[in-house]
């Protein structure tokens, strides 16, 4: 130890007091501060360009996703148009079948409705005919009754006849 | 044999003793002035010599004419006064300089006021007690933290500036941002928390660097021992000790001098040891950084002088042969050491900060 | 001559404490090979705070 106190030398001890501190004044402005900016900074925009690489790639699935996204809405879209249209189209199918079905009905029905008055107005018809026919016989029966038994019977075949013609 | 390696381990245990060997180094210093070094002596005289700061730049001396191959760096001395020169006025040690009208000598490394013919006085320890005046000379440490910090400013200066070009650095940046980025996020981040972390990283990042540099640089060939000097050591913690008490925010000062949650008479008792236990984490950073570099050198230079001790019993081939091995072995691992030792003090540091601005929420 | 027995105590505690560490940890690496990397950590700063406490007393034994 006294060997050790001996050998220490003020003079060493304060020239390298001096150095260091001037070393560490010169290194710390022109050197350390420069280096660790230098490094801070790469850092830095290393960070930046994997946060940004990142963000990119988010924002890509985020796109991916929103595309997906609106082609399954296009497609859903799609799908309820044609289910619309086919829906629409079979009710306008069906509207039209009823339609059709109601006329004919309808048509058929007028037609019964027209047949039968037809048939009313020709049995009526006939009817008075046979009536006035009747009558008519009646009369020139009555007219020539009295006259000739031959006559009246071919009188009475002319009616028949004319009855027929018509 | 037996006899070699006891002198081998006697070698290992001066790491420790050094203080045992003191009378003979001074016999030592003499042949590190002059001859081969060869002996026992000389050998442990010549590492503590080269663990020691020196005011001239050595890079190696020659054997048999005792030249010094090397440069002279400039003494500057604060004695009532400015004093500079250039340390060939020493002449390693052999001659006394004057300045201005005074006399110094070096002794080991120190420099002693003395009288004209260079007298110094010892006291029974061998300590010289002439005056020591305030060293503030370039020497070779502190050539050596210069260096550092010119590499250093060189170095992440450079980094700094090519990210105004490119955000990804190039070449030696792209070894060293890492690094930095280590530091941040593996010392000052998880220990001192998100929200302060940031203003203490240029105090982390400079006390690492420079730490690591100057471990670096004491296992080259040059050998600077600068961080295996005990000054430095102390400097560098006790910027981590002012740091630390003034980062110190109320729970910190709270749980030192009135531990929240227990008895008051424990909380008198804990009082002063807390207040130690505030100064042994600075005095362990600075006394281990300071052991675990001067061991490394001095376990790395005993291993390489065992090509002259084990050359009597080996042989000169085999035992070049055993220190080059050995010495590489250590070596590599001195090199993790000088990492791990940057490494701890930066981390410890930075535990010492952060537990001085958390915060409790409980008690 | 005490102070070189202060030495050898310090590193048989120094030692002891370094090999429950370093035990422990490699017994909790085996455990949970994923914590390797926190647990190693964990084991440098507890090691360098027993060798600051080994040197620390060594250097005032001295």
Redesign the interface.
Same mark, same amino acid.
């Given at each position: 130890m006294d060997q050790l106190l001996n050998d220490f030398s003020p003079g060493l001890f304060f020239m390298q007091a001096f150095i260091f501190l001037i070393l560490l004044f010169l290194l710390a402005k022109f050197a350390w501060k420069p280096i660790i900016q230098s490094l801070k900074i790469r850092e830095e925009s290393i960070q930046d360009a994997l946060d940004s690489a990142e963000r990119a790639k988010e924002e890509m699935a985020q796109l991916k996703a929103d595309n997906e996204k609106l082609l399954d809405e296009a497609r859903q879209q799609r799908d309820t148009i044609l289910q619309d249209a086919r829906e629409v189209a079979n009710g306008i199918r069906e509207e039209a079948k009823a339609d059709a079905t109601k006329q004919t009905d309808k048509m058929i029905a007028d037609a019964r409705a027209a047949i039968e008055v037809e048939k009313q107005a020709a049995m009526a018809e006939v009817r008075t005919l046979v009536a006035e026919l009747s009558l008519q016989v009646a009369e020139k029966l009555l007219k020539r009754k009295l006259d000739d038994e031959g006559a009246q019977k071919e009188l009475i075949s002319d009616f028949i006849k004319d009855v027929k013609l018509n | 044999m037996s006899k070699k390696i006891t002198s081998l381990l006697s070698i290992l245990t001066l790491l420790l003793f050094s203080s045992l060997t003191f009378a003979s180094a001074s016999e030592g210093e003499q042949a590190s002035n002059g001859g081969a070094v060869d002996t026992q002596e000389e050998i442990t005289a010549y590492i503590k010599h080269h663990l020691q700061d020196s005011h001239d730049f050595t890079l190696f001396t020659l054997g048999e004419s005792g030249k010094h191959i090397g440069f002279p760096l400039p003494v500057i001395l604060w004695d009532d006064g400015l004093h500079v020169f250039m340390s060939s006025k020493f002449h390693h040690g052999t001659t006394v300089a004057e300045s201005n009208g005074n006399y110094y000598t070096v002794y080991h490394g120190k420099i002693y006021k003395t009288n004209a013919e260079g007298e110094l006085n010892f006291d029974e320890e061998h300590h010289p007690t002439n005056a020591r005046p305030l060293d503030l000379s370039i020497t070779k440490n502190v050539v050596g933290m210069l260096f550092a910090g010119f590499l250093l400013i060189y170095l992440f200066g450079s980094l700094a500036k090519s990210y105004n070009k490119k955000s990804i650095p190039t070449g030696v940046g792209r070894v060293l941002e890492p690094l930095v980025i280590y530091v941040r996020d593996e010392m000052a981040r998880p220990n001192i928390g998100e929200k302060y972390y940031e203003r203490y990283m240029p105090f982390l990042l400079t006390a690492f660097f420079y730490i690591w540099i100057l471990n670096l640089m004491g296992l080259t060939p040059l050998g600077f021992n600068v961080t295996g000097n005990i000054a430095v050591t102390v400097c560098l913690a006790l910027f981590t000790f002012i740091i630390v008490q003034f980062s110190g925010k109320k729970d910190y000062w709270k749980h030192i001098f009135w531990m929240p949650g227990v008895p008051v008479p424990m909380k008198i008792i804990l009082m002063p040891i807390e207040v130690l236990g505030m100064l042994t984490k600075p005095f362990a950073l600075l006394i281990r950084l300071f052991a675990n570099i001067t061991a490394g050198h001095f376990v790395v230079m005993s291993l390489i002088a065992l090509t002259i001790t084990m050359k009597a019993s080996f042989g000169p081939v085999a035992a070049t042969g055993m220190s080059l091995v050995l010495a590489l072995f250590i070596t590599v691992i001195e090199v993790l050491v000088a990492f791990l030792q940057a490494y701890i003090f930066t981390m410890l540091s930075a535990l010492f900060i952060g537990m001085a601005v958390e915060e409790h929420d409980h008690h | 001559m005490y102070? $070189?027995i202060g /030495?050898g105590l310090i590193v048989i505690g120094g030692g002891i404490g370094l090999g429950q560490i370093g035990g422990k940890a490699m017994e909790g690496i085996a455990r949970q090979p994923e914590a390797a990397g926190k647990i190693q950590?964990a084991m !440098? !700063?507890i090691g /360098?705070?027993l060798? =600051? $406490?080994a040197? =620390?007393a060594? !250097? $005032? =034994?001295?």
């Open positions: - | - | 102070n $070189l /030495a950590t !440098i !700063i /360098a705070l060798e =600051g $406490l040197f =620390g060594l !250097i $005032l =034994g001295q």
